[in-house]
C-alpha cells in the first residue's frame, strides 16, 4: 500500500485514474457481453420475443415502399437481427478495451500516455445512448415482471461503468499532460539555473 501512495501527486493521481479505468473498462466488457447472452438467451427461452422482434422490425420498416419484411421468413429476420446486435456488441467491447489497453499503456510507461482518446468519445455515446435507453425500460416496469426490475438496476450499473470509464479516462489523460508540464518546466528549471 505503501508503494501506492509514494510519488508526486500527479502520480498518485495517475495510479488511481489508470486503476479506475482498468476496472471500468472491464466492466463495459463484461456487461457488453452479458447484454448479448442475455438477448440470445431471451430468443432461446421466449419463442414469442423473436416474434416481438420482428413485428417491431415489420413496424418500422412499414413506411419505406418496395421494403415488405413480412414475406421474408422469420429465421431469417432473426438471424440479422442478432447479427446486427453481436456487431453492437463488439464494437462496446473495443471500447472497454482501449481503455483496458490505456490503463496498461500508463502501468508501462508511467507518465506516457499516448493522445488516443477517440474511444472516450464512443464511451460518451454509449453511455448517452443507455442513459436513453433507461426510459423505455421504466416505462415496462409496473406492467411487467420482476425480470424488467432486474434488467434495470443492470442497465444502470452499466451506466455508471460507462460514465466511470468515460471520467476516469479523461482525467488520466489530463493529469498525464499536466505531469509532463510540470517535468518540462522542472528541466527547463535546472538548464537556466
Known amino acids: 500500500m505503501e508503494e501506492f501512495l509514494t510519488g508526486t501527486s500527479e502520480e498518485i493521481n495517475m495510479r488511481k485514474y489508470a486503476n479506475r479505468l482498468y476496472y471500468a473498462g472491464l466492466g463495459v466488457v463484461v456487461f457488453a457481453l452479458w447484454d448479448y447472452i442475455r438477448e440470445i438467451m431471451s430468443y432461446r427461452l421466449d419463442k414469442k420475443y423473436a416474434q416481438m422482434l420482428a413485428?417491431?422490425?415489420?413496424?418500422?420498416?412499414?413506411?419505406?415502399?418496395?421494403?415488405?419484411?413480412?414475406?421474408?421468413?422469420?429465421?431469417?429476420v432473426v438471424f440479422f437481427i442478432y447479427l446486427l446486435i453481436a456487431f453492437l456488441s463488439l464494437f462496446i467491447v473495443l471500447i472497454g478495451l482501449c481503455g483496458v489497453r490505456d490503463a496498461r499503456q500508463y502501468r508501462k510507461q508511467a507518465a506516457v500516455i499516448k493522445?488516443?482518446?477517440?474511444?472516450?468519445?464512443?464511451?460518451?455515446?454509449?453511455?448517452?445512448?443507455?442513459?436513453?435507453?433507461?426510459?423505455?425500460?421504466?416505462?415496462?416496469?409496473?406492467?411487467?415482471d420482476g425480470n424488467r426490475i432486474a434488467e434495470y438496476i443492470t442497465e444502470i450499473t452499466s451506466l455508471f461503468i460507462q460514465f466511470d470509464m468515460v471520467y476516469s479516462g479523461v482525467?488520466?489523460?489530463?493529469?498525464?499532460?499536466?505531469?509532463?508540464?510540470?517535468a518540462s518546466l522542472k528541466k527547463e528549471a535546472e538548464n537556466a539555473g
Not at 56 to 75: A, N, T, Y
Not at 171 to 182: D, F, H
Open 115 to 144: 493522445k488516443r482518446g477517440l474511444y472516450l468519445l464512443f464511451g460518451l455515446v454509449l453511455a448517452i445512448f443507455t442513459f436513453l435507453g433507461l426510459d423505455t425500460i421504466r416505462d415496462g416496469l409496473y406492467s411487467s
Open 55 to 76: 413485428d417491431l422490425i415489420e413496424k418500422e420498416f412499414s413506411d419505406i415502399p418496395d421494403i415488405d419484411i413480412g414475406q421474408v421468413p422469420l429465421g431469417v
Open 171 to 182: 482525467r488520466l489523460k489530463i493529469t498525464a499532460v499536466q505531469a509532463r508540464r510540470k
